[in-house]
């Protein structure tokens, strides 16, 4: 006689959806494990296509988003102060990056518009603290000349946060705040590819100093994230869905600029764990 | 340009597979850490058809692990899948399978109504479930094995346990119109489902699991139970075929008795060598050659420059569809999985 638990994990799924706390995943030896095709097992008690329902006008939830909302703002403000450094020190971009400059400052304003529209004044001196270490990187960086770190803070960490963090907001924000991340969305795209370019045409020179950049920087974007779990949770943002989305456009762009997939596994993963 | 999106058995599986390929970061970590894991394009695979033709492909790896839906992970299991999609999408891929859980992660959640991802509209003629060959395939080995052991389908008792599923359903379409089998027994949870399926056939008998099992000279095993159910191993007959639709293939490991035999079901060998690393990680006997078949109809798919989603949806595979896609298996060089 043997016992046969075909499907054990879908079968579980079914009681763990259904809240069952006797459901666990199969921990026996000699259990078999199921994975049938085309059956009808999951038991659809929750689906990611289901909107959550959120009061936009509760207490909890702007006092929350006056914490995140400062956060967009902050980091509109930085990306906006960033680019005209950046202008600076790379004369022959000047323009374009002066461009993006005036970009970020309009998205600004638009993220402003979204805080009044739910009458929430942000806590800019919490964004700002939020903020200051990776800030005081790119200071440092641009002061010693330092192009690779400022593009690797700027125009790839802080605009692919920028980019998960907005996917991520999109499905959950208020008609109003919708419709305003929806357009700043697509502007942060063409930031990113900006910095994706810039490197890319250095790629041998700038490889080790993205990879250093990376290192000293990246744990600080987890870090933040960190910050904020409890915040993103009360906007019905999902942490996990953020750091995946991060991952991916920073897997990209990694990509893009010429790290191998090996490497951009290592670098893109660099630091969650202690996070 | 054909794909694959897979992923891999469990948590210390993936751990296992990681650490041998060199990524410290996802073989160090939890199941926490592999719920925020992007999908990677993690190998480049070049077939060659037995018409000479090449064609190549590349496997995406989901991240997407069992225990996330068994911790209900539901989200973050549907996040996989999307992503793997999009991936696919991105990298410009023509035609690609939904191996494992995938499509029916895709299914039963529904995802269909979330077809755009970030900056992607995901677009459903590029994949496929790669349920038609594997039904298909799994026809094949019924009526192989019972040559081999000796077993008249005319006389024999076929049960088809999750008759009611996407293959499953195909499965004794196959079995009604192309055998001349004595009884199909048909087995599935669902009633009403089984008499709808039972007036479609117009044959077949509908039985509970246990009363299935010791009537049937061959077992085609392509479903879930939702508990586990004891199997008195020496009451199914003898000789007996058991063919393991599921996956993983474990079935072989733990149903061992002299008379009844084992074969993993939906499995095809090519008869070429392919040029690929990731099979294996995958634990298949032949690696170089052998797949499962719902990978193999995106390789079909592509030397035909069928660039549609041939599979989809459930209970749509036909036995035209599925001697169509027969025809391309063996034109192109693969067979059925057998015994040796």
């Known amino acids: ?275 | 340009m054909f794909g694959l999106i897979g992923h891999l058995t469990s948590l210390s599986h993936a751990q296992k597979v990681a650490e041998r390929l060199g990524f410290k970061e996802y073989a160090d970590n939890d199941l926490e850490f592999w719920c925020m894991a992007p999908p990677q394009v993690v190998d480049e695979i070049t077939v060659t058809s037995i018409t000479g033709q090449q064609i190549k492909g590349h496997y995406v790896e989901s991240c997407f692990l069992p225990e996330m839906l068994s911790s209900g992970k539901v989200k973050a299991a549907c996040r996989k899948i999307l992503n793997a999609m999009a991936l696919a999408q991105k990298w410009g891929i023509d035609i690609t399978a939904l191996g494992g859980f995938s499509s029916i992660i895709f299914e039963n959640f529904r995802l269909e109504a979330l077809k755009r991802v970030r900056d992607i509209d995901l677009e459903i003629r590029r994949f496929t479930t790669g349920n038609t060959h594997t039904a298909y395939i799994i026809c094949q080995q019924a009526v192989s094995a019972c040559k081999h052991y000796g077993i008249n389908l005319s006389q024999a008792a076929v049960a088809v346990i999750g008759a009611t599923g996407d293959i499953g359903s195909a499965v004794c379409r196959w079995l009604s119109q192309r055998c001349d089998v004595s009884k199909l027994l048909l087995v599935a949870r669902d009633q009403e489902r089984l008499q709808n399926l039972q007036g479609d056939l117009g044959q077949g008998t509908i039985l509970p699991l246990e009363a299935a099992l010791p009537q049937a000279d061959v077992i085609i095993w392509v479903a879930s139970l939702s508990q586990g159910i004891p199997v008195d191993l020496a009451a199914l007959r003898d000789p007996c075929i058991v063919i393991d639709g599921g996956y993983p293939k474990n079935m072989a490991n733990l149903m061992q008795r002299p008379g009844l035999h084992v074969i993993d079901g939906g499995m095809v060998e090519h008869a070429l060598d392919i040029d690929w690393n990731i099979m294996q990680f995958l634990n298949v006997a032949n690696p170089a050659r052998q797949l499962f078949a719902c990978f193999a109809e995106s390789m079909l798919l592509e030397f035909e420059g069928l660039h549609t989603n041939f599979s989809w949806g459930r209970n749509h595979i036909t036995v035209a569809k599925m001697e169509e896609i027969g025809a391309l298996s063996r034109k192109h060089g693969f067979r059925p999985v057998m015994p040796a």
């Open chain 1, 1 to 275: 006689m043997v016992t046969l638990e075909m499907l054990a994990s879908l079968a579980n799924l079914g009681g763990s959806l259904r809240g069952d706390p006797k459901s666990s995943y199969p921990t026996g030896s000699t259990r078999l494990h199921k994975i049938p095709h085309g059956s009808p097992m999951i038991t659809l008690q929750e689906t990611t296509a289901a909107p959550q329902s959120l009061d936009y006008q509760s207490s909890a939830y702007r006092d929350a988003y006056a914490r995140i909302n400062a956060i967009v703002i902050e980091g509109e403000v930085e990306a906006s102060d960033n680019y005209l450094r950046l202008a600076e020190l790379v004369p022959d971009a000047a323009e374009e990056l002066r461009k993006l400059a005036r970009m970020e400052q309009k998205h600004m304003k638009g993220f402003q518009a979204c805080a009044k529209n739910l009458n929430v004044e942000p806590d800019m001196p919490f964004a700002k603290a939020f903020f200051q270490e990776l800030h005081n990187n790119f200071q440092r960086a641009a002061a010693a000349g330092d192009l690779t770190t400022c593009f690797v803070i700027q125009s790839l960490l802080i605009e692919c946060f920028a980019i998960a963090a907005y996917n991520i907001y999109i499905p959950v924000a208020d008609p109003f705040a919708r419709k305003i991340t929806e357009g700043v969305v697509k502007d942060e795209y063409l930031h990113l590819n900006f910095g994706e370019m810039w490197l890319q045409q250095r790629f041998p020179e700038v490889k080790a100093g993205i990879e250093q950049a990376n290192a000293t920087n990246l744990p600080l974007i987890w870090k933040m994230l960190n910050q904020v779990d409890k915040d993103v949770e009360v906007l019905g943002m999902d942490r996990e869905a953020i750091v995946e989305d991060f991952m991916i456009a920073y897997g990209e762009a990694l990509s893009k600029i010429g790290f191998s997939t090996r490497d951009v596994m290592r670098l893109s993963a660099q630091g969650l764990r202690a996070a």
